[in-house]
């Protein structure tokens, strides 16, 4: 579980998108490689990374 604060509104999914692009950055991955699975309308969210295993997610967040 990962906790994350965006500045962006939960309009329009501004926020989900902010919350995607700041992973998706984290993780020195494009955007495109991280979209969300799971919770648009939720505070808790899922999220599909694409193009990194899980230990090396697990490694890049931990490092933060």
């Known amino acids: 579980m990962l906790k994350a604060r965006v500045r962006a509104r939960p309009i329009e999914g501004r926020a989900n998108e902010a919350l995607v692009r700041l992973v998706a950055g984290a993780l020195g991955l494009p955007r495109g490689?991280?979209?969300?699975?799971?919770?648009d309308r939720s505070r808790t969210k899922r999220l599909e990374i694409?193009?990194?295993?899980?230990?090396?997610?697990?490694?890049?967040?931990t490092a933060l």
Do not use: F, K
């Not at 694409?50 to 967040?61: C, F, I, N, S, Y």
């Open 33 to 39: 490689a991280v979209s969300m699975h799971q919770g």
């Open 50 to 61: 694409t193009g990194m295993d899980e230990a090396g997610v697990r490694a890049r967040l």
